[in-house]
């Protein structure tokens, strides 16, 4: 019994050891990097790319190459709630006050509730609440769980195939090994004809990932529930909270995550102003100055 304890002890030692000289492969192959690269491409992000990968350096260096890239170009770390706050109206998409038995952060994806028609703006917003999802992570913990409620949602309201592709894409490519489950709650039937097209652009594993629930399902409810407090989870998954979508408190909260995020990116070559600014909305409050830094 002790010699399948040492000889376990040890391989977890050699994995370790391995996975370490894999880390510092990568960095090497990246090169020397500056600013919000350097910033962004910490070990843990390193393993991240490495597991995706399957430990593969060559393959990861690609991946991490295209990321660096899109990040330069897109800026996700610069959208401002102001900016996407026309999409979040419906509580389509937001960050849940409650985190899984893990410690993950949470978020309650309402495909029924769409409220918009440009698919840029859509996915902008759906970065957006992914990097905040991220900046609100307790240290421990490097992933979040999404949960998906289909009520409302009709095949006239689903997305179109070519931006259900550029969301998988983006979660896959761009933001590897940080989702840990996404749970689908009682999908309507006429869902299995997009999912059979949409799952085919999925890896193995991100498609390992998703779930099917159904009330009727014992086995896809437990599963569920093995994730989530039945005390924390919302009625319309079968739990027992009773939880509303506030746009205008969501707003706030949102708009007081922007400052923080700005200082953990290091805005201070220019004056941010952050505000809730949007067209026609009515929680709008004053915009937030965040002044250059004296460093």
């Not at 962004?40 to 991490?64: G, Q, V």
């Not at 307790?138 to 689903?158: H, K, N, V, Y």
């Not at 009773?242 to 707003?251: A, K, R």
């Not at 201070?268 to 965040?290: F, Y």
């Amino acid at each position: 019994m002790f010699s399948r304890w040492s000889n376990s002890h040890h391989k977890k030692e050699n994995d370790s050891l391995q996975q370490e000289s894999k880390i510092k492969e990568l960095q090497a192959a990246i090169g020397p990097l500056s600013g919000r690269s350097l910033k962004y491409c910490t070990d843990a992000c390193l393993r991240r790319y490495l597991e995706a990968r399957n430990w593969n350096a060559d393959k990861s260096k690609k991946m991490l190459e295209e990321t660096i890239k899109w990040r330069s170009t897109y800026k996700p770390e610069e959208i401002r709630w102001h900016e996407v706050a026309v999409e979040g109206e419906t509580g389509k998409v937001y960050r849940a006050s409650f985190h899984d038995r893990h410690g993950r952060t949470v978020l309650i994806l309402r495909p029924g509730k769409q409220n918009t028609t440009s698919l840029d703006n859509q996915l902008r917003h759906l970065v957006y609440l992914i990097e905040n999802a991220i900046l609100n992570l307790p240290e421990t913990q490097e992933q979040m769980a999404w949960l998906i409620d289909f009520t409302g949602w009709t095949l006239s309201t689903s997305v179109p195939i070519k931006s259900a592709r550029d969301t998988i894409n983006l979660l896959q490519n761009h933001y590897p090994e940080r989702l840990a489950i996404a749970f689908l709650y009682n999908p309507p039937r006429i869902f299995e004809a997009f999912w059979k097209i949409v799952k085919y652009f999925m890896d193995a594993k991100t498609f390992q990932k998703v779930k099917f629930v159904y009330p009727k399902n014992t086995e896809s409810v437990e599963l569920m529930r093995s994730y989530f407090d039945e005390e924390n989870l919302p009625t319309e998954f079968g739990g027992k909270a009773v939880l509303e979508y506030n746009h205008e408190e969501f707003s706030k909260q949102m708009s007081q995550d922007d400052i923080k995020s700005a200082n953990l990116w290091g805005f201070d070559d220019k004056l941010q102003c952050i505000g809730n600014r949007h067209s026609g909305s009515d929680v709008a409050p004053e915009p937030v100055c965040l002044a250059p830094s004296a460093s």
